[in-house]
């Protein structure tokens, strides 16, 4: 039973690590978006581009109707990590290419300024992709005696066999 467990997870493991991959490499070419919003004035946006996985979350917003969208569009050549989205940090807080961040920003909006807090994800899709290629065989506990494959008692003797005699070498003639 926990053999079929752990291959079940190498199996999730293997396809996750595939998924995470693709997507890596899909970000370099295309741009993804993911947005939801709930009617508490919390949104979401979750952007792949450019090698990394972005989730920006406004926390005080205006509430709106609960909706899921996605867009995709082609990335330039001259495509910027941040896909030019307006509510990003002016400057972000990079620590082992990773970004998380809290932070307000003004806007301009209908002639009337107005602040929003934020905050920012930012994760490079090598970290998901390394985590997924990890086996999962350490975080299974180990198999219970009763599973065991050798029956109760003592072990078997070993008897190990005579050792081989060993023929001398033949001398090798060197003619120049």
């Given at each position: 039973m926990m053999r079929r467990f752990v291959s079940i997870l190498c199996l999730l493991s293997l396809l996750l690590c595939l998924a995470t991959a693709?997507?890596?490499?899909?970000s370099y070419f295309i741009r993804d978006i993911v947005a939801f919003a709930?009617?508490?004035g919390h949104s979401h946006t979750g952007q792949s581009i450019l090698g990394r996985l972005?989730?920006?979350?406004?926390?005080?917003g205006t509430p709106a109707s609960d909706h899921l969208s996605h867009s995709s569009d082609r990335l330039s050549p001259n495509a910027i990590w941040n896909g030019g989205?307006?509510?990003y940090p002016i400057r972000p807080n990079w620590h082992l290419g990773c970004i998380v961040q809290?932070?307000?920003r003004g806007h301009m909006g209908f002639g009337q300024p107005f602040?929003?807090?934020h905050r920012l994800i930012v994760i490079p899709y090598y970290y998901p992709t390394a985590l997924f290629a990890l086996p999962p065989h350490?975080?299974?506990p180990p198999p219970s005696p009763t599973l065991s494959?050798?029956?109760p008692g003592p072990l078997p003797e070993l008897r190990l066999r005579p050792p081989r005699q060993q023929r001398p070498l033949p001398r090798m003639r060197h003619s120049l």
């Open positions: 693709t997507f890596w490499v899909r709930r009617t508490t972005h989730i920006l979350s406004t926390l005080s989205m307006s509510s809290t932070y307000t602040t929003e807090s350490p975080l299974a494959p050798h029956p």
